[in-house]
């Protein structure tokens, strides 16, 4: 090299080490991938929530109806987070990180009483550089 040229970082230091995709995080469960549903919300890009968030405000079973004795799902837990999220999109319209809150009983315990909590929605480049939406706890990202 003379002096004029300068050096990338890839060739200074050689390619990544390490790298760990939106894919490799779908298929290993630390992301939902909750883009068909949100599509139906009004969504335009692919959506995925963390399992932290899903397990959260989402996961719901039989066993949870009976021991709360308050039935709910799984797809109306789902449309919740996602209604909420679209609302708060359309009020900080091109914003790439949004907070907002939901409703919503929690699984633990013995209450029935919805609590509030606050979500995180981060919209950034996927793995194609294509746009796509990530929800969450705040600690997750």
């Known amino acids: 090299m003379n002096a004029q040229t300068t050096a990338t970082a890839a060739e200074i230091f050689g390619g990544p080490v ?20 949100a599509r139906e919300a009004g969504f335009r890009y692919p959506v995925a929530l963390t399992r932290a968030a899903w397990d959260d405000c989402v996961a719901w079973d039989d066993d949870d109806t009976k021991r709360k004795h308050w039935p709910q799902d799984e797809a109306g837990r789902l449309w919740d987070v996602l209604y909420m999220a679209r609302f708060a999109g359309k009020r900080n319209a091109g914003a790439s990180c949004i907070a907002f809150g939901v ?18 929605a981060h919209v950034g480049p996927g793995d194609d550089t294509a746009p796509v939406v990530t929800i969450g706890l705040p600690n997750d990202f």
């Open 103 to 120: 409703l919503r009983v929690p699984r633990e315990g013995r209450g029935t009483k919805a609590r509030l909590v606050t979500l995180t």
């Open 18 to 37: 390490y790298s760990y995709s939106r894919a490799d995080a779908l298929d290993d469960g630390y992301l939902v991938d909750v883009t068909e549903t």
